[in-house]
């Protein structure tokens, strides 16, 4: 009886509960600006964490498990691998919440596992199929698994932070790099309209390089360094996607919001790096939700929806449920950067609302499309299209 409660379909499908948790702890995690002053010990720490490791970890351990068969050649992850990831996703979440009432590496540990587990199956498959050139994948999840565990402990708190949001920044440029284009070239070519597209691999690559060392930069404590070496990152990204002819996507609305999202990304490390360079005019945690809630929360809600999307011939269609959560997170990254610092409170207050209530939304139109099969291809509704 157990052995045939794991083997059903929902945990043959990573993406179903992993972006599930994904999309309910996206509505749990900003409540604590919500709540009266003095409920929570540390909100600004206790949302940070959980808005990266909490709903970040569990939507890139839904796309990373969901995508690694198009890569390997190889079955789905196993139902069981499935099951134990949500059960230490659920004990990093406890982890946290009894950080004080337990030793610090017990803490660590605990947030930790989820990460450690991830990514050493995803080593393993990649490794047994000889697929070298994915394995880049495992080094973000390892940063992240280090950055999670120094968090939790107390460790170079203020740095590891920032460095953290940057690891998530790496992987959206690394991932939806690939995933944005992609599906971008395959719907141009259907309408024999994709003459005029570039891509600019180069100019992404050069642009996470900029990345990666203006992240050394900054756990180094090299702020002016690291400011330069994001804003060119920023740059180099947005002068990448000036290629993609993102004007077109008007006509496939759910193609469009991949590239509103990925708009974020070369906004929110140019943003950083200007905090960086000048405290003065832009205050660094102002600045880092351009990242967190811009370029992570709606690429992460772009990409989860188009699991949970209809399927109409060889488009995905985008409901009016998804499209209005997707418009509220836009918008709330948006007012709380506006916002500046934590003091305007009516405006974090407005900001964390309409986060709350998008990703509502999104929980909704997900469990809802947990009544159908899933589908197959998960992210794309045309089979035979390249795998990001």
């Avoid at 953290?164 to 959206?172: N, T």
């Avoid at 209809?310 to 449920?321: E, I, K, T, Y």
Wanted: with cysteine.
């Amino acid at each position: 009886m157990r052995r045939r409660a794991i083997d059903r379909p929902f945990w043959r499908a990573p993406h179903r509960p992993l972006f599930a948790f994904a999309g309910l702890w996206a509505v749990v995690a900003p409540l604590v600006w919500l709540l009266p002053d003095g409920i929570a010990a540390d909100p600004v720490g206790w949302h940070l964490h959980e808005l990266m490791f909490g709903t970040g970890g569990a939507a890139a351990g839904g796309y990373l498990l969901t995508a690694l068969p198009a890569w390997t050649g190889r079955g789905p992850a196993p139902a069981g691998i499935v099951l134990a990831l949500s059960l230490l996703w659920i004990v990093g979440r406890l982890g946290l919440l009894l950080s004080e009432m337990v030793p610090p590496i017990a803490a660590a540990a605990a947030t930790s596992a989820y990460l450690v587990v991830l990514g050493t199956f995803i080593l393993r498959e990649l490794l047994t199929s000889r697929l070298w050139s994915r394995l880049w994948v495992v080094a973000p999840i390892l940063g992240l698994m280090l950055a999670d565990g120094l968090l939790v402990s107390g460790a170079a708190q203020g740095r590891t932070g920032l460095c953290g949001v940057l690891l998530f920044a790496l992987l959206i440029s690394a991932i939806g790099g690939r995933a944005v284009p992609a599906f971008t070239r395959s719907w141009l070519e259907r309408r024999k309209a994709a003459t005029d597209f570039r891509d600019g691999r180069w100019l992404g690559r050069l642009g996470i390089g900029a990345l990666m060392a203006g992240g050394v930069a900054a756990l180094a404590d090299a702020g002016r360094p690291a400011g330069i070496l994001l804003v060119l990152s920023g740059t180099l990204q947005l002068v990448r996607m000036a290629g993609w002819r993102s004007f077109r996507t008007v006509r496939y609305p759910a193609l469009l919001l991949l590239h509103l999202a990925w708009l974020w990304l070369p906004a929110g490390l140019a943003l950083v790096g200007l905090a960086l360079l000048s405290p003065q005019t832009l205050t660094l945690p102002a600045a880092l939700h351009a990242l967190t809630m811009g370029a992570m929360g709606t690429m992460m809600l772009a990409i989860m929806s188009r699991a949970a999307m209809a399927r109409q011939g060889d488009r995905l269609v985008l409901s009016p449920v998804l499209a209005s959560a997707f418009a509220l997170v836009w918008l709330s990254a948006l007012i709380r950067i506006v916002a500046g610092s934590a003091t305007a409170e009516a405006a974090v207050r407005l900001a964390a609302f309409f986060w709350v209530a998008g990703w509502a939304l999104f929980l909704c139109a997900h469990l809802r499309s947990l009544l159908r099969p899933a589908p197959r291809p998960v992210f794309s509704a045309r089979i035979g299209t390249p795998s990001p």
